[in-house]
């Protein structure tokens, strides 16, 4: 689903999104930037596959030298949000399954993805969310006619909860294993639902 589609989606849906440029035109890549503060921006790549992936990066004087290359392929800008904790919340039908991931901890905050396979690997633990948070990704799933989606959402210390993305066929096993919430039961049972309609 594309991630252009997506945060306007989220933010109909009644969720907080950052302000976010994706384009492959180094001048609106260069007065983002100017407007939010170099240091205050990340950056991702637009897609990506396991044989060709970027992790999520700050911006620094290093990359905004870089910003011509932008011509290449759009690339994804968007403001960096302080983190008390990420979220993963994986939906299978009308139920969610929210886990608090303390990328915080981690000696690459940015992207906990980098140590999912790594040893101890990355705190998780279920958590809740507000009822209006869960309200607003149910509308953006339904609005998408998604039944499945992997959200990433952050918490930020101040307690607010930022839509980032949400990858229809994202994994939930990995979260499933550390937090022991039965993801893969709710998916068998949704799956079997589907059959019986």
Same mark, same amino acid.
Request: proline share 7%; glycine share 6%; aromatic share 8%.
């Given at each position: 689903? $594309?991630?252009?589609?997506? @945060?306007?989606? *989220?933010?109909? *849906?009644?969720?907080?999104?950052?302000?976010?440029?994706?384009?492959?035109?180094?001048?609106? +890549?260069?007065a983002f930037i100017d407007r939010i503060?170099?240091?205050?921006?990340?950056?991702? *790549?637009?897609?990506?596959?396991?044989?060709?992936?970027?992790?999520?990066? $700050?911006?620094?004087?290093?990359?905004?030298?870089?910003?011509?290359?932008?011509? /290449?392929?759009?690339?994804?800008?968007?403001?960096? !949000?302080?983190?008390? /904790?990420? !979220?993963?919340?994986?939906?299978?039908?009308? %139920?969610?399954?929210? +886990?608090?991931? &303390?990328?915080?901890? #981690?000696?690459?905050? @940015?992207?906990?993805?980098?140590? #999912?396979?790594?040893?101890? =690997?990355? %705190?998780?633990?279920?958590?809740?969310?507000? +009822?209006? /948070?869960?309200?607003?990704? #149910?509308? @953006? !799933?339904?609005? *998408? =006619?998604?039944?499945? =989606?992997?959200?990433?959402?952050?918490?930020?210390?101040? =307690?607010? &909860?930022?839509?980032?993305?949400?990858?229809?066929?994202?994994?939930? %096993?990995?979260?499933?294993?550390?937090?022991?919430?039965?993801?893969?039961?709710? $998916? +068998? %049972?949704?799956?079997?639902? !589907?059959?019986?309609?």
């Open positions: 689903m $594309m991630k252009t589609w997506q @945060l306007p989606a *989220a933010r109909a *849906a009644g969720l907080e999104v950052p302000r976010t440029m994706v384009t492959s035109d180094p001048g609106q +890549a260069r503060g170099l240091g205050n921006v990340i950056c991702k *790549a637009f897609s990506a596959t396991q044989d060709n992936w970027r992790e999520t990066r $700050m911006l620094g004087e290093a990359e905004y030298e870089l910003l011509d290359r932008v011509a /290449v392929a759009p690339v994804i800008f968007q403001e960096f !949000l302080p983190a008390e /904790v990420d !979220l993963r919340v994986t939906v299978v039908g009308e %139920r969610l399954f929210a +886990a608090a991931v &303390h990328s915080q901890e #981690l000696p690459y905050p @940015l992207d906990f993805r980098l140590f #999912l396979d790594r040893d101890p =690997g990355v %705190r998780m633990e279920p958590t809740e969310l507000p +009822a209006e /948070v869960e309200q607003g990704l #149910l509308r @953006l !799933l339904k609005s *998408a =006619g998604l039944r499945y =989606g992997a959200v990433d959402l952050r918490r930020t210390p101040d =307690g607010r &909860h930022v839509f980032l993305e949400v990858n229809p066929s994202g994994q939930w %096993r990995f979260v499933e294993d550390v937090t022991g919430q039965p993801i893969t039961a709710a $998916m +068998a %049972r949704l799956l079997t639902d !589907l059959d019986a309609a």
